[in-house]
């Protein structure tokens, strides 16, 4: 494998990163918008008006942030949501859920740590937390959004299929072309030789040498050569036709002139 090669495949895993990455935050998003509500309505039900003292009680570590600060302003994300539903567990949730939403609940809060902290998601990580969120979604009634969730795996699920197809067939479409340009090269390189031993005199043959030599090259060349080669594909984000991994489009920067 030559330097541009691995640079190359250094690339192509870190867009493939990134895309993971963007359908997890996503995934999160959704399951924000849902759980958050849910889990409130929860305390609500079980506290009262204590329910705000309650959802604060579950962060005690310095480093956890609690959905309601000193001045009572109260927000919602993935992580507050997960941590309140697991901390809480026994007092509110138990009664409605069973032991395997609060799996679901403690995986979430893994996948959700190791992805705020930038740390590789590959598909089958991406995959499972998708599962797990429409699996929660629906435990917890919010059908809707379960739906979205369902059609986001197959998104994932279809892209990731058809990469894998698609470089199948790009590979063996390259053997075919490198191996036909080897050929070609052969018979030009026997042709060039005949002709100049048929043609010359002694000279001739230091000339064919010389000839050869060159094919050598070039067939060498040609064999360690492995073009990277990307077909027309949708970008996720802009929704423009792309040719290449790293959308073009999506990587510019706004203008500052004006």
Not at 192 to 207: K, R
Request: aromatic residues 12%; charged residues 25%.
């Amino acid at each position: 494998m030559t330097v541009s090669d691995s640079t190359s495949n250094n690339k192509t895993a870190e867009a493939q990163t990134d895309l993971q990455r963007d359908y997890v935050r996503d995934a999160l998003d959704v399951l924000t918008n849902a759980l958050g509500p849910y889990v409130e309505s929860q305390l609500r039900a079980t506290f009262g008006d204590q329910w705000k003292r309650n959802a604060r009680s579950s962060f005690r570590r310095p480093r956890e942030e609690s959905p309601v600060g000193k001045s009572d302003e109260f927000t919602w994300d993935a992580h507050s949501a997960l941590t309140v539903m697991w901390d809480q567990w026994n007092a509110v949730f138990r009664q409605h859920l069973g032991h395997y939403e609060r799996s679901l609940v403690s995986e979430l809060r893994e996948f959700r740590n190791r992805w705020a902290h930038q740390r590789q998601l590959n598909f089958d990580d991406s995959y499972r937390v998708l599962d797990s969120i429409e699996r929660l979604l629906s435990a917890i009634g919010c059908d809707e959004d379960a739906r979205k969730i369902y059609d986001t795996k197959q998104e994932l699920l279809g892209r990731e299929f058809s990469d894998k197809i698609n470089e199948e067939q790009i590979t063996k479409q390259n053997v075919r072309n490198k191996w036909w340009t080897i050929g070609v090269y052969i018979v030009c390189c026997i042709a060039i030789v005949a002709q100049m031993i048929l043609s010359w005199s002694s000279s001739g043959y230091l000339i064919a040498g010389f000839v050869v030599l060159v094919f050598i090259y070039l067939i060498y060349q040609r064999m360690q050569f492995e073009p990277v080669i990307y077909g027309p594909r949708e970008c996720r984000k802009c929704f423009r036709i792309i040719y290449t991994q790293e959308c073009p489009y999506c990587g510019k920067k706004p203008s500052t002139q004006e």
